[in-house]
């Protein structure tokens, strides 16, 4: 299995899934963790993919993902398998090459397809349990707590490993 991409919800995984509405009914406040961040930082830097599919929209998530420079925002989207076939496609990607995270029911689908097509999927240790049932891999951190970094502290090394092996 080569990852070449990670796509990730982001309510479970890249925060804790608490949701702040203010007067205006606004969801104004994210909190992310610099953990997961410097990690996205660390796979641009090893050439691989990363892009959010979540179900929610708000300005604290575009403002997070652009401070680093993901652009690949897929937000909004209730029913993820339509971004992330775009995904493929865009970046000329098999579904077998991606690592998927996620935390909850609406997961699901793309869990399936990535691992029917031998890829990768993950979860948080938090996630729900039929999500954790069908992912290849629960990790031990908690949604919001760096999960994200984890998982691709996991696939970095996966990689750095197999180098050393052809060298």
Avoid: W
Wanted: charged letters at 25%; aromatic letters at 6%.
């Amino acid at each position: 299995m080569v990852i070449k991409a990670i796509l990730s919800d982001v309510d479970g995984v890249m925060n804790d899934g608490v949701i702040f509405i203010d007067s205006n009914g606004d969801e104004s406040i994210k909190s992310f963790h610099v953990k997961d961040g410097m990690g996205i930082k660390t796979l641009q830097q090893q050439k691989i993919f990363f892009g959010v599919i979540s179900g929610r929209s708000c300005k604290a998530l575009v403002a997070r993902m652009n401070q680093l420079g993901v652009f690949d925002l897929y937000l909004g989207k209730r029913h993820k398998l339509e971004s992330f076939e775009h995904f493929l496609q865009k970046y000329n990607l098999k579904a077998s090459e991606v690592a998927y995270i996620g935390d909850d029911l609406n997961d699901l689908i793309l869990m399936d397809v990535v691992n029917k097509a031998g890829g990768l999927s993950a979860c948080p240790n938090d996630a729900v349990t039929k999500v954790k049932e069908m992912a290849q891999l629960s990790l031990e951190t908690n949604g919001g707590h760096g999960v994200l970094r984890e998982l691709i502290d996991l696939i970095l090394d996966k990689i750095k490993v197999k180098d050393a092996i052809q060298e």
